[in-house]
């Protein structure tokens, strides 16, 4: 009993290990966390991680998880996104219930805060333009100078400020920066930008602010007005953090929130950069944001990912202080687990050859019964038809076997999987030498494929019955980037493209059931992977399924 308790206790996370002493000191009553994205694009495995972290923080300490749109940046973003971004969070099970924000809908609260830091002399209104700014911010090893707007007076600052907000002055040409400290060794805090004017629409506030303001005291703001007490965000704001808390603390909030970094996450051989995702699209290599061959989260959903596999992929990541890189094998490792007991087992053929069974009555169709999946029977059973005329796969043939080789070739007795022992007899070829069809004589007492004397078979093949079966077209993907030559390209940065990453196969043949398959729906075809109806393409009659994942894989499990 104490060990398990010492177990758990090492598995916790160091953000987990935070909350429970805030909570254990009654630092808060109940947590709040949130997931702030700019709706600037499509959310990718990386903001999954994002989302089930703080989702799962809020879930496991009974608090509360915010969604908010953190839209304080006129320039790029857009209601398409806004809307994707939701979906997404919504698909991956993550409920922010009636919590749902626009950081936006505080800008009234963030001048007023901006003010507040004017009239205790914390902020100035400053005229150098940004070049100047840059010069005057100094270096790693050399202090900046000081502005020579710093020592306005609070009055002066107020008039001023006012006027920015009025639209009295031109983009750039006034700033309204944070009083700090042009000493400190943080380059932050050097007298920071807290607003700009910018003329523009807002997608939510239209044309009623020509002030925004900055990422840095923006955020802080809006974590404290909405309550959170842990606001998650990635490494790169480690050395934002002594801003965060100098503005909560310069505007006096009772309850301040406090910033955790963790480890961004990144996987091998995929691209998640959005100005890369956005040159793929516009250059039509890929079929729009949610091509499965991407990893935003519409595309991971297209390609038939499953909310619960990116769960436990996350899960499997873990969180941490230190950058890494997480293989893509693990993704799919997740995806095969989760499919393996709830996905129907079906057949289908992905590169056919004819196969006639002679000695069946000609024109005979008969239904076998078969389980949906042999490791769970709760998925219950089909029928499958059978006849004198199958689709077998070319590679299940040789006319002269390989050593070793135990599918079908001349005079060898195979299992025709759930059906009966069948042995080849013959084949016909075309003037190219390429077989067409091959000939074989069945057993009709090895019937649902057991051996009616204990003879026994090496080889079991998949196949489907020519007159039922439905013709289907299946998309198998590679990485979209060249593993071997690394993801971008040393010379000039542009992504070294796989050439391979997509093989449209047309002309497959499956079961007459996997005609009727609906978006989204998932298969094992037996031997050939995970596969899921595509959601734009497929239509009742004549599918199109995405390989999700390859049976086979070289990954384990640490
Ligand atoms: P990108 O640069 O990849 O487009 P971003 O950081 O600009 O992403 P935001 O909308 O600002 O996107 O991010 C929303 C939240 O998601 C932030 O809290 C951010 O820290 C987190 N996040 C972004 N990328 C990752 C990642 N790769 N791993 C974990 N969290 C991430
Ligand atoms: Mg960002």
Redesign the pocket.
């Known amino acids: 009993m104490e060990k398990e308790t010492a177990k758990e206790t090492v598995s916790k996370n160091f953000i987990e290990q935070i909350i429970e002493k805030d909570l254990a000191e009654g630092k808060y009553d109940e947590i709040c966390t949130r ?4 709706p ?2 499509y959310l ?4 999954a ?2 989302i089930l972290l703080n989702y799962g923080l809020a879930q496991k300490y009974h608090g509360k998880f915010n969604m908010r749109f ?1 839209d304080t940046n006129p320039t790029k973003e857009k209601v398409e996104f806004v809307e994707s971004i939701k979906k997404d969070i919504q698909w991956l099970g993550a409920d922010w219930e009636d919590r749902l924000y626009f950081a936006s809908n505080y800008f009234d609260q963030m001048y007023e805060a901006a003010v507040k830091l004017i009239k205790k002399g914390k902020a100035f209104v400053c005229d150098l333009t940004a070049e100047e700014i840059r010069e005057y911010r100094g270096t790693l090893k050399e202090p900046g100078k000081e502005s020579p707007y710093r020592n306005r007076s609070v009055e002066e600052n107020l008039e001023l400020f006012e006027k920015m907000k009025n639209g009295e002055f031109e983009d750039g040409s006034k700033v309204l920066r944070a009083k700090i400290d042009m000493a400190s060794p943080n380059i932050n805090m050097r007298d920071p930008v807290i607003y700009r004017v910018a003329h523009m629409t807002h997608h939510n506030t239209g044309d009623k602010w020509c002030i925004y303001p900055m990422y840095d005291f923006a955020h802080p703001i809006e974590d404290a007005i909405e309550g959170v007490t842990h606001s ?3 490494l790169e ?1 480690e050395d934002h953090r002594p801003l965060y808390d100098w503005v909560v603390q310069e505007l006096e909030y009772a309850h301040p929130p406090k910033q955790i970094e ?1 480890a ?3 996987l091998t051989n995929v691209v ?3 100005r890369y995702i956005k040159k793929l699209v516009e250059d039509g290599i890929v079929d729009g944001w949610d091509d499965p061959r991407l990893v935003s989260i519409a595309a991971l959903r297209r390609r038939g990912f499953t909310p619960e596999s990116i769960q436990k992929f996350v899960e499997l990541c873990g969180v941490s202080k230190a950058n890494s890189s997480v293989d893509y094998a693990m993704l799919e490792y997740c995806i095969r687990e989760d499919l393996k007991m709830k996905a129907p087992r079906m057949m289908a053929v992905l590169d056919p050859v004819k196969l006639v069974i002679d000695n069946y009555p000609e024109g005979e169709i008969e239904y076998l019964e078969v389980p949906n999946n042999m490791e769970n029977p709760e998925l219950g059973t089909r029928q499958v038809p059978f006849g004198r005329e199958l689709y077998i796969e070319r590679e299940d043939f040789m006319e002269v076997p390989i050593k070793k080789y135990k599918r079908l070739y001349p005079e060898n007795e195979v299992r025709l999987m759930n059906a009966y022992f069948v042995t080849c007899t013959g084949l016909e070829k075309d003037e190219e030498g390429n077989v067409t069809v091959i000939h074989c004589t069945y057993d009709p007492a090895s019937k649902g494929g057991n051996s009616p004397d204990g003879r026994k078979v090496k080889g079991t093949i998949h196949w489907v019955c020519a007159q039922e079966a439905v013709e289907a077209e299946c998309r198998l993907y590679e990485n979209i980037v060249d593993e071997e030559k690394g993801v971008y390209n040393k010379e000039d940065g542009s992504l070294n493209l796989n050439p391979n990453s997509l093989s449209v196969v047309k002309g497959c043949f499956v079961e007459p059931a996997l005609g009727k398959a609906e978006a989204y729906d998932r298969f094992q075809f037996v031997r050939n992977g995970f596969f899921c109806a595509d959601c734009h393409d497929s239509k009742p009659g004549a599918p199109v399924f995405n390989r999700i994942v390859s049976l086979k894989s070289s990954f384990k499990l640490k």
């Open positions: 997931f702030p994205p700019e600037n694009g990718h495995i990386g903001h991680k994002s953190d998650i965000c990635t704001f963790f961004k996450l990144y998640t950069g959005k």
